[in-house]
Protein backbone atom coordinates (compact mmCIF):
# COMPACT_ATOMS: atom_id res chain seq x y z
CA UNK A 1 0.00 0.00 0.00
CA UNK A 2 1.33 3.66 -0.57
CA UNK A 3 0.49 7.19 -1.37
CA UNK A 4 1.23 10.44 -3.04
CA UNK A 5 0.72 14.30 -2.34
CA UNK A 6 -0.46 15.36 -5.99
CA UNK A 7 -1.92 18.73 -6.72
CA UNK A 8 -6.36 18.44 -7.07
CA UNK A 9 -7.28 18.44 -10.54
CA UNK A 10 -9.74 20.93 -8.96
CA UNK A 11 -9.42 22.05 -5.73
CA UNK A 12 -12.15 20.96 -2.97
CA UNK A 13 -13.76 18.15 -5.12
CA UNK A 14 -13.98 15.15 -2.67
CA UNK A 15 -15.31 11.80 -3.51
CA UNK A 16 -18.35 10.96 -1.92
CA UNK A 17 -19.13 8.95 1.41
CA UNK A 18 -22.91 8.43 1.93
CA UNK A 19 -22.80 4.63 1.01
CA UNK A 20 -20.79 1.52 0.22
CA UNK A 21 -22.44 1.55 -3.52
CA UNK A 22 -21.74 5.57 -3.96
CA UNK A 23 -18.12 4.52 -3.27
CA UNK A 24 -18.56 1.40 -5.29
CA UNK A 25 -19.48 3.65 -8.43
CA UNK A 26 -17.02 6.31 -7.36
CA UNK A 27 -13.86 4.10 -7.00
CA UNK A 28 -14.63 2.91 -10.64
CA UNK A 29 -15.22 6.15 -11.74
CA UNK A 30 -11.98 7.43 -10.45
CA UNK A 31 -10.07 4.25 -11.75
CA UNK A 32 -11.92 5.14 -15.41
CA UNK A 33 -10.81 8.54 -15.60
CA UNK A 34 -7.44 7.75 -14.42
CA UNK A 35 -6.53 5.27 -17.15
CA UNK A 36 -7.70 7.56 -19.50
CA UNK A 37 -5.08 9.97 -18.70
CA UNK A 38 -2.60 6.66 -18.15
CA UNK A 39 -3.73 6.02 -21.68
CA UNK A 40 -1.12 9.19 -22.95
CA UNK A 41 1.35 9.03 -20.13
CA UNK A 42 2.74 5.40 -20.26
CA UNK A 43 4.09 3.85 -23.38
CA UNK A 44 1.55 1.26 -24.89
CA UNK A 45 3.18 -2.07 -24.32
CA UNK A 46 3.32 -1.26 -20.63
CA UNK A 47 -0.28 -0.20 -20.60
CA UNK A 48 -1.62 -2.58 -22.39
CA UNK A 49 0.95 -5.53 -20.19
CA UNK A 50 -0.20 -3.91 -16.67
CA UNK A 51 -3.00 -1.23 -16.84
CA UNK A 52 -5.77 -2.63 -19.38
CA UNK A 53 -6.02 -5.69 -17.49
CA UNK A 54 -7.63 -4.01 -14.12
CA UNK A 55 -10.39 -2.91 -12.62
CA UNK A 56 -11.89 -1.77 -9.32
CA UNK A 57 -12.35 -3.59 -6.26
CA UNK A 58 -13.70 -0.54 -4.07
CA UNK A 59 -13.18 2.83 -2.84
CA UNK A 60 -12.97 2.34 1.29
CA UNK A 61 -12.22 5.93 2.84
CA UNK A 62 -9.15 7.40 1.29
CA UNK A 63 -8.11 3.84 0.30
CA UNK A 64 -8.96 2.56 -3.79
CA UNK A 65 -8.40 -0.89 -4.39
CA UNK A 66 -7.55 -2.05 -8.00
CA UNK A 67 -8.02 -5.46 -8.95
CA UNK A 68 -5.05 -7.01 -10.70
CA UNK A 69 -4.96 -10.82 -12.69
CA UNK A 70 -1.72 -12.43 -11.04
CA UNK A 71 0.36 -11.42 -8.32
CA UNK A 72 3.52 -10.48 -10.59
CA UNK A 73 1.28 -7.89 -12.20
CA UNK A 74 0.81 -6.52 -8.57
CA UNK A 75 4.39 -6.28 -8.05
CA UNK A 76 5.00 -4.58 -11.53
CA UNK A 77 2.37 -1.85 -10.69
CA UNK A 78 3.66 -1.13 -7.60
CA UNK A 79 7.47 -1.05 -8.52
CA UNK A 80 7.40 0.31 -11.70
CA UNK A 81 4.84 2.24 -11.75
CA UNK A 82 3.29 3.47 -8.41
CA UNK A 83 4.56 7.33 -8.94
CA UNK A 84 2.61 8.07 -12.01
CA UNK A 85 -0.47 6.10 -11.00
CA UNK A 86 -0.65 7.68 -7.31
CA UNK A 87 -0.04 11.23 -9.02
CA UNK A 88 -3.01 10.62 -11.65
CA UNK A 89 -5.36 9.02 -9.26
CA UNK A 90 -4.98 11.66 -6.60
CA UNK A 91 -5.36 14.63 -9.58
CA UNK A 92 -8.43 12.79 -10.83
CA UNK A 93 -10.17 12.30 -7.27
CA UNK A 94 -9.18 15.97 -6.13
CA UNK A 95 -7.56 14.75 -2.83
CA UNK A 96 -4.95 12.59 -1.43
CA UNK A 97 -5.78 8.82 -1.86
CA UNK A 98 -4.15 5.57 -1.27
CA UNK A 99 -3.80 2.81 -3.64
CA UNK A 100 -3.58 -0.92 -3.18
CA UNK A 101 -3.75 -4.13 -5.05
CA UNK A 102 -5.07 -6.89 -4.70
CA UNK A 103 -4.70 -10.07 -7.00
CA UNK A 104 -7.77 -11.54 -8.81
CA UNK A 105 -9.54 -14.31 -7.32
CA UNK A 106 -8.50 -13.54 -3.55
CA UNK A 107 -12.02 -13.41 -0.73
CA UNK A 108 -12.47 -9.80 -1.44
CA UNK A 109 -12.56 -9.09 -4.32
CA UNK A 110 -15.05 -12.18 -5.03
CA UNK A 111 -17.17 -10.69 -2.44
CA UNK A 112 -17.44 -7.31 -4.72
CA UNK A 113 -16.31 -8.14 -8.05
CA UNK A 114 -20.40 -8.66 -9.68
CA UNK A 115 -20.88 -5.07 -7.90
CA UNK A 116 -18.02 -3.38 -10.21
CA UNK A 117 -17.56 -5.25 -13.55
CA UNK A 118 -20.32 -3.78 -15.39
CA UNK A 119 -19.24 -2.66 -18.67
CA UNK A 120 -15.62 -4.35 -18.01
CA UNK A 121 -14.22 -6.72 -20.43
CA UNK A 122 -11.78 -9.39 -19.09
CA UNK A 123 -8.27 -9.38 -20.41
CA UNK A 124 -6.56 -12.01 -22.44
CA UNK A 125 -4.17 -11.63 -19.67
CA UNK A 126 -6.53 -13.11 -17.26
CA UNK A 127 -5.94 -16.19 -18.81
CA UNK A 128 -2.31 -15.71 -20.03
CA UNK A 129 -0.22 -15.26 -16.92
CA UNK A 130 -1.61 -18.45 -15.39
CA UNK A 131 0.61 -21.95 -14.65
CA UNK A 132 0.31 -24.75 -16.16
CA UNK A 133 -0.11 -26.88 -19.84
CA UNK A 134 -1.83 -24.91 -22.52
CA UNK A 135 -5.14 -25.72 -23.31
CA UNK A 136 -5.92 -26.09 -26.83
CA UNK A 137 -9.13 -26.41 -26.93
CA UNK A 138 -10.03 -22.99 -25.36
CA UNK A 139 -10.94 -20.46 -27.71
CA UNK A 140 -9.31 -17.30 -28.09
CA UNK A 141 -11.69 -13.84 -27.26
CA UNK A 142 -12.77 -11.74 -30.18
CA UNK A 143 -13.78 -8.58 -28.22
CA UNK A 144 -18.10 -8.04 -28.80
CA UNK A 145 -17.26 -3.82 -29.85
CA UNK A 146 -14.90 -4.66 -32.32
CA UNK A 147 -17.03 -4.83 -35.63
CA UNK A 148 -17.15 -4.06 -38.92
CA UNK A 149 -20.36 -1.94 -37.41
CA UNK A 150 -18.74 0.10 -34.95
CA UNK A 151 -15.45 1.01 -36.71
CA UNK A 152 -15.78 4.38 -37.97
CA UNK A 153 -14.29 5.07 -41.62
CA UNK A 154 -12.70 7.81 -43.08
CA UNK A 155 -10.11 9.18 -45.37
CA UNK A 156 -7.24 8.13 -43.24
CA UNK A 157 -8.38 4.48 -42.82
CA UNK A 158 -10.69 3.76 -45.59
CA UNK A 159 -8.09 1.07 -47.88
CA UNK A 160 -7.73 -0.86 -44.44
CA UNK A 161 -10.90 -0.96 -44.01
CA UNK A 162 -12.03 -2.00 -47.53
CA UNK A 163 -9.36 -4.97 -47.50
CA UNK A 164 -10.69 -5.92 -44.43
CA UNK A 165 -13.87 -6.11 -45.40
CA UNK A 166 -12.84 -7.96 -48.66
CA UNK A 167 -10.75 -10.81 -46.81
CA UNK A 168 -14.09 -11.41 -44.78
CA UNK A 169 -16.11 -11.63 -47.56
CA UNK A 170 -13.40 -13.99 -49.50
CA UNK A 171 -11.15 -15.37 -47.44
CA UNK A 172 -7.73 -16.68 -48.68
CA UNK A 173 -8.36 -15.20 -51.31
CA UNK A 174 -6.31 -12.22 -53.52
CA UNK A 175 -5.36 -10.91 -50.04
CA UNK A 176 -3.29 -13.42 -48.91
CA UNK A 177 -1.59 -12.34 -46.48
CA UNK A 178 -3.12 -9.16 -45.66
CA UNK A 179 -0.69 -7.19 -42.84
CA UNK A 180 -2.19 -3.83 -41.55
CA UNK A 181 0.16 -1.51 -39.53
CA UNK A 182 0.29 1.49 -38.11
CA UNK A 183 0.97 3.34 -34.65
CA UNK A 184 -0.30 2.47 -31.71
CA UNK A 185 -4.19 3.27 -30.86
CA UNK A 186 -5.46 3.54 -34.92
CA UNK A 187 -7.26 0.65 -34.98
CA UNK A 188 -5.33 -2.30 -36.31
CA UNK A 189 -6.71 -4.60 -33.68
CA UNK A 190 -10.12 -3.71 -34.16
CA UNK A 191 -10.04 -4.45 -37.72
CA UNK A 192 -8.35 -7.36 -36.86
CA UNK A 193 -11.16 -8.80 -34.48
CA UNK A 194 -13.98 -7.61 -36.84
CA UNK A 195 -12.68 -9.83 -39.45
CA UNK A 196 -12.75 -12.63 -36.72
CA UNK A 197 -16.27 -12.05 -35.91
CA UNK A 198 -17.19 -12.63 -39.65
CA UNK A 199 -15.81 -15.22 -40.58
CA UNK A 200 -16.47 -17.13 -37.09
CA UNK A 201 -20.20 -16.70 -38.04
CA UNK A 202 -19.38 -18.07 -41.59
CA UNK A 203 -18.87 -21.63 -39.57
CA UNK A 204 -14.55 -21.21 -40.17
CA UNK A 205 -12.45 -21.96 -37.61
CA UNK A 206 -10.40 -18.85 -36.44
CA UNK A 207 -7.55 -18.34 -34.67
CA UNK A 208 -6.89 -14.95 -33.13
CA UNK A 209 -3.74 -14.51 -31.35
CA UNK A 210 -1.53 -12.03 -29.90
CA UNK A 211 2.16 -12.39 -30.71
CA UNK A 212 3.23 -12.84 -27.08
CA UNK A 213 0.58 -15.57 -26.64
CA UNK A 214 1.98 -17.27 -29.24
CA UNK A 215 5.60 -17.29 -28.32
CA UNK A 216 4.35 -18.59 -24.89
CA UNK A 217 2.61 -21.01 -26.40
CA UNK A 218 5.40 -21.81 -28.93
CA UNK A 219 7.91 -21.94 -26.20
CA UNK A 220 5.92 -24.13 -23.40
CA UNK A 221 5.34 -26.70 -26.60
CA UNK A 222 8.50 -27.08 -27.01
CA UNK A 223 9.64 -26.98 -23.28
CA UNK A 224 6.41 -29.72 -22.17
CA UNK A 225 7.23 -32.00 -25.76
CA UNK A 226 3.74 -31.05 -27.27
CA UNK A 227 4.95 -29.31 -30.16
CA UNK A 228 2.79 -32.02 -32.53
CA UNK A 229 -0.07 -30.34 -30.39
CA UNK A 230 0.62 -27.30 -31.17
CA UNK A 231 1.25 -28.17 -34.77
CA UNK A 232 -1.81 -29.96 -34.91
CA UNK A 233 -3.79 -26.82 -33.66
CA UNK A 234 -2.20 -23.64 -35.17
CA UNK A 235 -2.57 -25.85 -38.90
CA UNK A 236 -5.98 -26.67 -38.82
CA UNK A 237 -6.91 -22.98 -38.67
CA UNK A 238 -9.13 -21.57 -41.63
CA UNK A 239 -8.18 -18.77 -40.53
CA UNK A 240 -4.52 -17.08 -38.66
CA UNK A 241 -4.62 -14.14 -37.27
CA UNK A 242 -1.73 -13.04 -35.58
CA UNK A 243 -1.95 -9.21 -33.30
CA UNK A 244 1.29 -7.23 -33.07
CA UNK A 245 4.16 -8.96 -34.95
CA UNK A 246 6.43 -6.94 -33.79
CA UNK A 247 7.02 -8.16 -30.93
CA UNK A 248 8.53 -11.31 -31.80
CA UNK A 249 11.43 -9.60 -33.20
CA UNK A 250 13.97 -10.40 -30.85
CA UNK A 251 12.76 -14.13 -31.07
CA UNK A 252 14.72 -15.80 -33.12
CA UNK A 253 13.02 -19.33 -32.56
CA UNK A 254 9.79 -18.21 -32.26
CA UNK A 255 10.32 -17.00 -35.15
CA UNK A 256 11.42 -19.99 -36.77
CA UNK A 257 7.86 -21.15 -35.74
CA UNK A 258 5.47 -18.31 -37.09
CA UNK A 259 7.40 -18.73 -40.31
CA UNK A 260 6.53 -22.98 -40.57
CA UNK A 261 3.29 -22.33 -39.26
CA UNK A 262 2.88 -19.11 -42.23
CA UNK A 263 4.03 -21.40 -44.96
CA UNK A 264 1.75 -24.50 -43.78
CA UNK A 265 -1.32 -22.63 -43.86
CA UNK A 266 -0.37 -20.14 -46.77
CA UNK A 267 0.15 -23.12 -49.24
CA UNK A 268 -2.94 -24.26 -47.92
CA UNK A 269 -4.63 -21.74 -49.31
CA UNK A 270 -6.07 -20.63 -45.51
CA UNK A 271 -5.90 -16.87 -45.02
CA UNK A 272 -3.83 -15.11 -42.52
CA UNK A 273 -4.25 -11.70 -41.44
CA UNK A 274 -1.28 -10.14 -39.45
CA UNK A 275 -0.80 -6.49 -37.66
CA UNK A 276 2.67 -4.69 -37.32
CA UNK A 277 3.53 -1.17 -35.89
CA UNK A 278 5.65 -0.46 -39.47
CA UNK A 279 5.61 -1.60 -43.33
CA UNK A 280 7.38 -5.13 -43.03
CA UNK A 281 10.24 -4.73 -45.29
CA UNK A 282 11.71 -2.11 -42.31
CA UNK A 283 10.59 -4.29 -39.51
CA UNK A 284 12.96 -6.10 -37.30
CA UNK A 285 11.78 -8.87 -38.49
CA UNK A 286 13.57 -11.98 -40.14
CA UNK A 287 14.00 -11.26 -44.22
CA UNK A 288 12.20 -14.53 -45.26
CA UNK A 289 8.87 -13.34 -43.42
CA UNK A 290 9.30 -9.97 -44.32
CA UNK A 291 9.18 -10.78 -47.50
CA UNK A 292 6.16 -13.17 -46.88
CA UNK A 293 4.00 -10.43 -45.20
CA UNK A 294 5.16 -7.80 -48.20
CA UNK A 295 3.73 -10.95 -50.91
CA UNK A 296 -0.31 -10.31 -49.98
CA UNK A 297 -1.78 -6.98 -49.17
CA UNK A 298 -0.07 -4.44 -46.86
CA UNK A 299 -2.39 -1.33 -45.77
CA UNK A 300 -1.93 0.85 -43.01
CA UNK A 301 -3.87 3.37 -40.48
CA UNK A 302 -2.84 7.13 -40.54
CA UNK A 303 -3.95 9.40 -37.52
CA UNK A 304 -7.67 10.53 -38.21
CA UNK A 305 -8.31 13.84 -39.32
CA UNK A 306 -10.99 16.52 -37.63
CA UNK A 307 -14.07 14.39 -39.32
CA UNK A 308 -13.31 11.25 -38.28
CA UNK A 309 -12.44 12.20 -34.59
CA UNK A 310 -15.95 14.07 -34.73
CA UNK A 311 -17.61 10.55 -35.94
CA UNK A 312 -15.46 8.44 -33.26
CA UNK A 313 -16.92 10.58 -30.43
CA UNK A 314 -20.50 10.60 -31.52
CA UNK A 315 -20.60 7.17 -31.84
CA UNK A 316 -18.67 6.57 -28.99
CA UNK A 317 -21.14 9.29 -26.98
CA UNK A 318 -24.31 10.51 -28.75
CA UNK A 319 -25.79 11.79 -25.72
CA UNK A 320 -22.79 14.73 -26.17
CA UNK A 321 -23.49 18.16 -26.92
CA UNK A 322 -22.31 18.75 -30.83
CA UNK A 323 -20.63 21.82 -29.28
CA UNK A 324 -18.55 19.55 -26.81
CA UNK A 325 -17.66 16.67 -28.87
CA UNK A 326 -16.75 19.82 -31.63
CA UNK A 327 -14.50 20.84 -28.56
CA UNK A 328 -13.03 17.48 -27.79
CA UNK A 329 -12.53 16.41 -31.30
CA UNK A 330 -10.95 19.79 -32.56
CA UNK A 331 -7.76 19.13 -30.28
CA UNK A 332 -4.83 17.22 -32.31
CA UNK A 333 -4.79 13.81 -30.78
CA UNK A 334 -2.64 11.65 -32.57
CA UNK A 335 -4.53 8.11 -32.09
CA UNK A 336 -7.99 6.70 -30.98
CA UNK A 337 -7.03 5.73 -27.79
CA UNK A 338 -5.96 9.16 -26.97
CA UNK A 339 -9.50 10.54 -28.37
CA UNK A 340 -11.00 8.02 -26.09
CA UNK A 341 -8.86 8.73 -23.11
CA UNK A 342 -9.54 12.27 -23.26
CA UNK A 343 -13.84 11.63 -23.85
CA UNK A 344 -13.33 9.51 -20.85
CA UNK A 345 -12.01 11.74 -18.72
CA UNK A 346 -14.31 14.47 -19.53
CA UNK A 347 -17.24 11.84 -18.55
CA UNK A 348 -15.91 10.50 -15.88
CA UNK A 349 -15.03 14.26 -14.33
CA UNK A 350 -18.00 15.22 -14.41
CA UNK A 351 -19.88 12.16 -12.91
CA UNK A 352 -17.11 13.05 -10.15
CA UNK A 353 -18.70 16.52 -9.44
CA UNK A 354 -22.11 15.74 -10.19
CA UNK A 355 -22.61 18.73 -13.28
CA UNK A 356 -23.47 18.15 -16.96
CA UNK A 357 -20.69 18.03 -19.47
CA UNK A 358 -20.69 21.57 -20.62
CA UNK A 359 -17.80 22.78 -22.87
CA UNK A 360 -16.71 24.31 -19.96
CA UNK A 361 -16.14 21.19 -18.01
CA UNK A 362 -15.00 19.61 -20.73
CA UNK A 363 -12.43 22.52 -20.93
CA UNK A 364 -11.74 21.83 -17.00
CA UNK A 365 -11.29 18.60 -17.73
CA UNK A 366 -9.01 18.68 -20.37
CA UNK A 367 -6.72 21.18 -19.02
CA UNK A 368 -3.96 20.01 -17.51
CA UNK A 369 -4.27 16.84 -19.50
CA UNK A 370 -3.30 19.40 -22.49
CA UNK A 371 -0.52 20.97 -20.02
CA UNK A 372 1.25 17.25 -19.55
CA UNK A 373 1.30 16.10 -23.25
CA UNK A 374 4.24 16.52 -25.25
CA UNK A 375 3.52 19.04 -28.12
CA UNK A 376 5.46 16.37 -30.24
CA UNK A 377 7.99 13.56 -30.03
CA UNK A 378 11.63 14.00 -29.37
CA UNK A 379 14.08 12.34 -31.66
CA UNK A 380 17.05 9.41 -31.08
CA UNK A 381 19.49 11.86 -32.02
CA UNK A 382 18.63 14.92 -29.84
CA UNK A 383 18.48 12.59 -26.76
CA UNK A 384 21.63 10.80 -27.44
CA UNK A 385 23.35 14.14 -28.04
CA UNK A 386 22.03 15.57 -25.57
CA UNK A 387 23.03 12.97 -23.12
CA UNK A 388 26.72 13.08 -24.61
CA UNK A 389 26.61 16.75 -23.76
CA UNK A 390 26.10 16.24 -20.00
CA UNK A 391 27.68 13.29 -19.67
CA UNK A 392 30.45 14.08 -21.47
CA UNK A 393 30.45 10.18 -22.65
CA UNK A 394 30.26 10.03 -27.05
CA UNK A 395 27.54 8.82 -28.78
CA UNK A 396 29.42 6.11 -30.22
CA UNK A 397 30.52 4.92 -26.44
CA UNK A 398 26.88 5.02 -25.44
CA UNK A 399 25.74 2.54 -28.01
CA UNK A 400 28.89 0.82 -28.34
CA UNK A 401 29.89 -2.19 -25.54
CA UNK A 402 32.09 -0.80 -23.13
CA UNK A 403 31.03 -0.85 -19.41
CA UNK A 404 32.47 1.75 -17.30
CA UNK A 405 30.70 3.47 -14.82
CA UNK A 406 30.31 6.59 -16.90
CA UNK A 407 29.29 4.83 -19.63
CA UNK A 408 26.37 2.37 -18.19
CA UNK A 409 25.08 5.54 -16.22
CA UNK A 410 24.48 7.48 -19.78
CA UNK A 411 23.74 4.35 -21.55
CA UNK A 412 20.60 4.01 -18.54
CA UNK A 413 19.64 7.29 -19.31
CA UNK A 414 19.13 6.91 -22.50
CA UNK A 415 17.04 3.47 -22.39
CA UNK A 416 14.81 5.37 -20.26
CA UNK A 417 14.58 8.77 -22.25
CA UNK A 418 14.41 6.84 -25.50
CA UNK A 419 11.15 4.67 -24.08
CA UNK A 420 9.62 7.71 -22.03
CA UNK A 421 10.67 11.12 -24.51
CA UNK A 422 10.50 9.15 -27.77
CA UNK A 423 7.93 6.50 -27.23
CA UNK A 424 9.94 4.01 -28.30
CA UNK A 425 9.22 0.27 -27.94
CA UNK A 426 12.06 -1.99 -25.78
CA UNK A 427 12.56 -3.42 -28.86
CA UNK A 428 13.66 -0.04 -31.11
CA UNK A 429 15.71 1.36 -28.08
CA UNK A 430 17.40 -1.78 -28.37
CA UNK A 431 18.23 -1.28 -32.34
CA UNK A 432 19.34 2.27 -31.86
CA UNK A 433 21.79 1.25 -29.20
CA UNK A 434 23.24 -0.68 -31.29
CA UNK A 435 21.52 -3.85 -30.99
CA UNK A 436 21.00 -4.33 -27.14
CA UNK A 437 18.48 -7.36 -26.19
CA UNK A 438 15.15 -5.95 -25.30
CA UNK A 439 15.57 -7.41 -22.04
CA UNK A 440 18.58 -5.50 -21.14
CA UNK A 441 17.08 -2.51 -22.22
CA UNK A 442 13.91 -3.77 -19.60
CA UNK A 443 16.39 -4.25 -17.04
CA UNK A 444 18.18 -0.65 -17.13
CA UNK A 445 14.81 0.81 -17.90
CA UNK A 446 13.27 -0.44 -14.17
CA UNK A 447 16.56 0.05 -12.65
CA UNK A 448 17.00 3.61 -13.86
CA UNK A 449 13.86 4.31 -12.43
CA UNK A 450 14.57 2.70 -8.85
CA UNK A 451 17.81 5.15 -8.67
CA UNK A 452 15.60 7.74 -9.44
CA UNK A 453 13.24 7.15 -6.33
CA UNK A 454 16.20 6.92 -4.07
CA UNK A 455 18.99 9.46 -5.36
CA UNK A 456 17.84 13.12 -6.21
CA UNK A 457 21.10 13.25 -8.56
CA UNK A 458 19.64 11.04 -10.81
CA UNK A 459 16.43 13.02 -10.80
CA UNK A 460 18.55 16.15 -11.78
CA UNK A 461 20.65 14.93 -14.27
CA UNK A 462 17.58 13.74 -16.20
CA UNK A 463 15.94 17.06 -15.71
CA UNK A 464 19.63 18.49 -16.96
CA UNK A 465 19.44 16.82 -20.21
CA UNK A 466 16.04 17.91 -21.10
CA UNK A 467 16.50 21.43 -20.41
CA UNK A 468 19.39 20.74 -22.50
CA UNK A 469 16.77 19.53 -25.34
CA UNK A 470 14.19 22.18 -24.87
CA UNK A 471 17.06 24.83 -25.69
CA UNK A 472 18.73 23.29 -28.12
CA UNK A 473 15.16 22.91 -29.98
CA UNK A 474 15.03 26.74 -28.89
CA UNK A 475 18.14 27.40 -30.65
CA UNK A 476 16.96 25.33 -33.69
CA UNK A 477 14.07 27.40 -34.49
CA UNK A 478 15.82 30.91 -34.24
CA UNK A 479 18.13 30.10 -36.62
CA UNK A 480 15.45 28.86 -38.94
Excluded at 367 to 380: F, G, I, M, R
Aim: glycine share 6%; proline share 4%.
Amino acid sequence: MFFYKSACLTRGLSAPKNSEGSATDNARKIWSAALGQLQLEIPRPNYETWLKPTSTVGLDGDTLTISTPSPFAAEMLDKRLSGTILRTVSRVAGRKLKVQFQVKGSTQEQHVEQAVSNGFEKSEHDSEHKVGKIDYARPYALKPSFSFDTFVVGPSNRLAQAAASKVSEAPGGVYNPLYIYSEVGLGKTHLLHAIGHTLVASGLNVIYVSSERFTNEYISAIREGTASMFRERYRSADVLMVDDIQFIASKPQTQEGFFHTFNELHMAGKQIVITGDEPASKSMLQERIQSRLAGGLEVDLQPPDYESRYAILQSKAPDLEPNVIDQIAQRAHQNVRELEGALNRVIAYSHLIGSAVTTELADQALKSLLAETPKDVVSVDEILNSIADFSGVPVDRIIGKRRDKATAEARRMAMYLLREDAHLTSARVGQALGGKDHSTVLYAQKRFEQLMETDSSVRQHLAAVRDIIVRSRRVSVSAD
